[in-house]
């Protein structure tokens, strides 16, 4: 079934020019269309921690839902972003422990926050990217606001989050 899922990872974070709400923006491997999610800020903070690699001096939430998985001998292997609905998108984590394999729902930022952590892929369902406001740089019939403003970003606006 993963046919239907296309391996992304992470193109940068940034914010929102008009709503200042943090943006988390996705690439697919050949960078042919970039997703971009709304995200909250305590969310954004945890993803450019990460991306970052900064430590903490104390585990934060996403660190500890990883130690917590980590001592139940379970481990993440994927993270999906499986479903659009009312412009909301919705995740799964894929965690295994012993024999069983578990679809955990989560909220996109979640479940990319856990992906860095344990190193598990990140994928969204064709669905998803079939009904989302996606980038491609090349579509002449994309929204010309949306793809001016995504072209105008420097690599600064994709770069370090700053908080």
């Known amino acids: 079934m993963t046919s239907d899922l296309v391996p992304m990872s ?48 104390r585990p934060m939430t996403h660190d500890l839902l990883r130690n917590i998985i980590a001592e139940l001998d379970a481990r993440v292997t994927r993270v999906v972003i499986n479903d659009l609905r009312d412009s909301t998108f919705f995740a799964q984590i894929r965690v295994i422990t012993g024999g069983r394999t578990l679809e955990v729902d989560a909220r996109p930022s979640d479940a990319i926050a856990l992906a860095l952590r344990t190193e598990a892929p990140i994928f969204v369902a064709q669905t998803v990217l079939d009904q989302a406001q996606t980038i491609t740089p090349d579509s002449e019939d994309q929204d010309e606001k949306m793809k001016k403003w995504f072209d105008s970003l420097s690599p600064e606006d994709l770069g370090k989050y700053k908080m």
């Open 10 to 57: 992470i193109k940068g974070l940034m914010l929102d020019p008009v709503s200042n709400s943090p943006i988390v923006v996705l690439k697919d491997e050949e960078e042919k269309f970039f997703l971009p999610i709304w995200v909250g800020i305590f969310e954004a903070n945890a993803i450019a921690l990460q991306l970052e690699n900064v430590a903490t001096p």
